[in-house]
């Protein structure tokens, strides 16, 4: 069964304007992580933003936020004033495992291209 | 920079040959993760080192091992390559302490001719 769902093959939005890429997951675990990678076409896999199950708060980091819905098991996320440079693909990630344990590992969804015009 | 080194970074060899992929994590990083990225599979777990030993595996083929060594770095070796297992290949390490955010080398980009 697919734990992590992203639904949107391909996303476009203009300059300076937000963009939401949607991102659901499946689990019966009770603490677990979420995260959204974004890789340009060079290849490497950059790390965006980070949510605990047990955060309170959506996390931010600076154009980057992301939408946890827990309730609907939603991780969207949220790109403030877009730029040239956001155009990527963009994966939403969740860790399976208990953090410190030694053992973790991310399961991804299959990604979702934004591209940004001018 | 994320801190994690691959090696090589382009790699094209033939059908039936092996060849080894090398990776060094971010300083004191003790987990060592391989991740194949294919254009039909995505992104996919192959395997997971924590501090020297095998603790996870993921859909890594038979013709594929891996190891870490003492000083934390990690090879994979794939032998008898088909057409099919041309990909990208990542390492990615973690200090198992914090997010347990990965952080991502570059990659090692494999065609099988």
């Known amino acids: 069964a697919q734990k992590i769902t992203q639904t949107q093959p391909g996303m476009f939005v203009q300059e300076k304007e937000a963009v939401t890429l949607d991102c659901t997951y499946d689990?019966?675990?009770?603490?677990?992580?979420l995260f959204w990678y974004k890789q340009p076409s060079s290849g490497e896999m950059i790390f965006l933003i980070y949510?605990?199950?047990?955060?309170?708060q959506n996390a931010t980091e600076g154009r980057y936020s992301l939408n946890f819905q827990k309730a609907r098991k939603s991780a969207n996320l949220v790109i403030s004033a877009s730029q040239l440079g956001d155009s990527a693909m963009y994966f939403c990630?969740?860790?399976?495992?208990?953090?410190?344990?030694?053992?973790?590992?991310?399961?991804f969804g299959t990604g979702t291209r934004l591209l940004v015009s001018p | 920079d994320s801190g994690v080194t691959q090696t090589p970074k382009h790699l094209i060899t033939a059908t039936g040959q092996r060849v080894t992929l090398r990776c060094s994590p971010r300083?004191?990083?003790?987990?060592v993760y391989w991740y194949q990225q294919s254009l039909d599979q995505g992104l996919q777990f192959l395997i997971q080192?924590?501090?020297?030993?095998?603790?996870a595996k993921g859909n890594i083929l038979e013709r594929f091992s891996a190891q870490q060594f003492p000083d934390l770095h990690s090879e994979l070796n794939l032998s008898s390559l088909e057409l099919g297992d041309s990909a990208l290949y990542f390492c990615?390490?973690?200090?198992?302490?914090?997010?347990?955010?990965?952080?991502f080398g570059e990659g090692s980009r494999l065609t099988v001719l």
């Open positions: 990615a390490s973690s200090e198992q302490v914090n997010t347990g955010e990965l952080f």
């Open positions: 689990t019966s675990d009770q603490s677990y992580g």
């Open positions: 949510q605990g199950s047990y955060d309170e």
């Open positions: 990630a969740m860790r399976e495992g208990q953090k410190n344990t030694g053992f973790q590992k991310l399961v």
């Open positions: 300083s004191g990083d003790l987990s």
């Open positions: 080192y924590y501090n020297g030993e095998e603790r």
